[in-house]
């Protein structure tokens, strides 16, 4: 009997804790990169317009969510920066370093025609399609899974042409417990792996 009851004990030590706590929780969502790209500012030219990015997602203000074994889910959503601005910022730095300077550009139809009416070398607009972590705790463990696909444009003057690359990654993780800084950390992570395979080989 005794046994049965220290089993008894942890399981329910273990709900609690797969439980989390209930509410909505802010991460600090940033592309962070370290690396050099020398062949950029060659590729797209010294001045980069980026145009407004088009959120398409269903649901705009979260960008994930933690199903507990009892209890209210909770939300993670993108503070202090909205999503899209959070990625443009920290794109923004990283581009800044390898000698680029970005611009705000009011609106951009994609279209190669309208690279002549640009002031900058390129522009580059981002369609984000789909970007959520889905974590649901089960006993002894919880599951999530982080999915991020963007549709990325980039316009170069010189070349005259428009190059568009999908991207699509799902990475699932299992862990003791789901906090919000594992899932602020494989976000940036994921973040990090594709556009530094961006900007190593925009087109």
Not at 134 to 153: D, N, V, W, Y
Request: positive net charge; hydrophobic residues 35%.
């Amino acid at each position: 009997m005794k046994p049965f009851r220290w089993f008894v004990i942890l399981f329910f030590c273990l709900s609690v804790i797969g439980c989390g706590k209930a509410g909505t929780h802010s991460l600090f969502v940033r592309y962070q990169s370290v690396k050099e790209f020398p062949s950029l500012q060659q590729k797209i030219g010294p001045t980069l317009g980026i145009a407004p990015f088009k959120d398409e997602r269903r649901d705009t203000l979260y960008i994930g969510r933690h199903t507990p074994l009892r209890g209210v889910s909770s939300y993670f959503k993108s503070d202090p920066s909205s999503l899209e601005n959070a990625v443009i910022e920290s794109l923004s730095q990283v581009l800044s370093r390898n000698g680029i300077k970005t611009v705000s550009v009011a609106e951009w139809d994609g279209k190669p025609d309208s690279l002549k009416t640009i002031e900058t070398d390129s522009v580059l607009m981002i369609e984000i399609r789909r970007f959520w972590t889905e974590g649901k705790a089960f006993p002894f463990r919880t599951q999530a899974t982080t999915s991020i696909h963007f549709l990325i444009h980039l316009g170069v003057k010189k070349e005259g042409k428009v190059f568009t690359r999908n991207v699509e990654v799902e990475k699932e993780t299992t862990l003791p417990r789901l906090t919000p800084e594992r899932i602020e950390e494989t976000v940036n992570q994921i973040l990090t792996d594709i556009f530094d395979s961006f900007l190593a080989n925009p087109y």
